[in-house]
């Protein structure tokens, strides 16, 4: 793995390690040869630098490492009830390649590098402070602030300050804008500090290129009063990881209400609605749901919970439908025929217990930020929608996408060309469609990613 990735992935990525006794540590010597790209699948010439973290599989738990490292795991049966992908590397959102031989390298034990951080005096002094938007520790920043009321802005686009380049998403927290808050460098710096971000500091509010300071390419971001729903017709599980994100990986808070409590959610003062997976009826209430998100208001719905809102005119989603033949096709009247002992094989044609997707992202849309053009999403069903007429596709599954674990001949077939994630502008508001649930079992790290951009980004 890269020297130069993120240090907050690097981060959770070794804790990982630690928690499973996995050694590792940083290469002192270099390599040059072929090497397994883990977003490309492919087999290519590439380097191993100095100071990068490596793993080798010649170690006491080798198998375990072999295990939550290989790309592609191999199901000697397909009728298997759980999910067929794991890869550690496309869970973490890394840039990170694999041997297939032994490699001579050298390694040092993996050290801590001190992230020396600019002073109070230093940040009270800066025209601005930015943070690269390259994994949750940013993220964990942002909440930080909020609670500490301190005024947030995100680049909607890239941007340079003199010798710095800045992607977007990135925060931007100007002295101007905390002219009234006292104490917001030192909040700021308390959280810096905790969750190990380094910021940078901006002199002036010109830039090199991608917008001055004070254009609408910095938009301000909003603390949300956040619902969720729980309860009947609420996938449990699914409940619980959206529950979990919040309490405990961000520790934001939320209310809960039950779907027949929704009205609650409408005439309180919050400004965001999650709708985990599930099969619930919003039928009744869809008047009510429109106003609201027109009102300024934003729905994110997950897996399932599309489904229901498919359901209702109003919000631009539609199920793609797969092709049908005529009913007196001889291959539907052979298909009639066929042994009732061997239905369980031929069901899982149709079925994914869930696997790695690799997902086409519009990486100019918010969703796309600190992620890229590409995002492995572990899918865990066959739900597919078309792409979106009155909206964004953010993310979409191409022809013969990359994937790793199995699904089903007809359900691959299926998922080809469809909605992963979109979002709908409705009035003020908007809905953010997300078909695949980017907190599965809350390990997927860089779902989280995601999620955040949904929660902050999308506005």
């Known amino acids: 793995i890269p020297a130069s990735t993120p240090l907050g992935k690097l981060r959770r990525l070794r804790q990982l390690l630690d928690r499973n006794g996995i050694s590792y540590g940083r290469a002192t010597t ?91 005096t230093t940040l009270s002094n800066a025209y601005a402070i930015a943070i690269p938007w390259e994994d949750m520790t940013a993220a964990a920043v942002l909440t930080d602030a909020l609670r500490h009321d301190i005024q947030v802005r995100t680049a909607t686009t890239d941007f340079v300050f003199g010798q710095d380049r800045f992607p977007a998403g990135s925060l931007v927290i100007t002295r101007a804008d905390n002219a009234n808050n006292a104490d917001y460098v030192r909040h700021l710096h308390a959280a810096l500090e905790r969750h190990g971000v380094m910021p940078k500091t901006i002199a002036t509010g010109f830039s090199t290129s991608g917008g001055d300071l004070g254009s609408s390419n910095y938009q301000l971001v909003s603390g949300k009063k956040v619902a969720i729903l729980g309860g009947e017709g609420v996938g449990v599980n699914e409940f619980g990881q959206v529950w ?80 049908e033949e005529g009913d007196d096709s001889a291959s539907d009247k052979k298909d009639r025929l066929l042994p009732y002992g061997n239905r369980e094989r031929r069901f899982i044609s149709t079925f994914n217990p869930g696997a790695v997707v690799k997902v086409e992202m519009d990486a100019t849309h918010p969703l796309a930020f600190g992620i890229g053009n590409s995002y492995f999403s572990i899918k865990t069903g066959t739900d597919t929608y078309d792409y979106l007429e009155d909206g964004v596709t953010a993310g979409r599954l191409r022809t013969a996408p990359v994937i790793s674990g199995f699904i089903g001949a007809t359900a691959k077939q299926e998922i080809e060309e469809t909605l992963i994630f979109g979002v709908q502008e409705m009035g003020r508001g908007s ?29």
């Open 431 to 459: 809905v953010v469609y997300l078909v695949d649930n980017p907190l599965y079992r809350g390990f997927w790290e860089e779902g989280k990613l995601l999620f955040c951009n949904a929660l902050f980004q999308v506005n």
């Open 244 to 323: 979990w994100f919040f309490d405990q990986d961000m520790s934001y808070p939320a209310s809960i209400f039950d779907p027949e409590a929704i009205g609650s959610v409408f005439s309180g003062d919050y400004d965001l609605l999650v709708l985990p997976s599930g099969r619930y009826d919003l039928a009744d209430r869809s008047d009510d749901l429109k106003a609201w998100v027109r009102a300024g208001g934003k729905v994110i719905a997950i897996g399932r919970a599309n489904s229901s809102l498919a359901k209702l005119d109003g919000f631009n989603l539609t199920e793609k439908k797969a092709d």
């Open 30 to 120: 270099s390599y040059s040869g072929n090497l397994y790209g883990y977003r490309s699948g492919k087999v290519a010439e590439g380097k191993v630098k100095e100071g990068d973290l490596v793993i080798s599989a010649y170690q006491p738990r080798s198998v375990l490492t072999q295990v939550l490292f290989d790309p592609a795991a191999v199901v000697k049966d397909s009728i298997t009830y759980d999910i067929t992908g794991w890869s550690v590397p496309l869970a973490y959102g890394l840039d990170a390649y694999a041997s297939r031989t032994r490699l001579d390298l050298k390694a040092a034990p993996f050290d801590d590098r001190a992230v020396s951080l600019p002073t109070v």
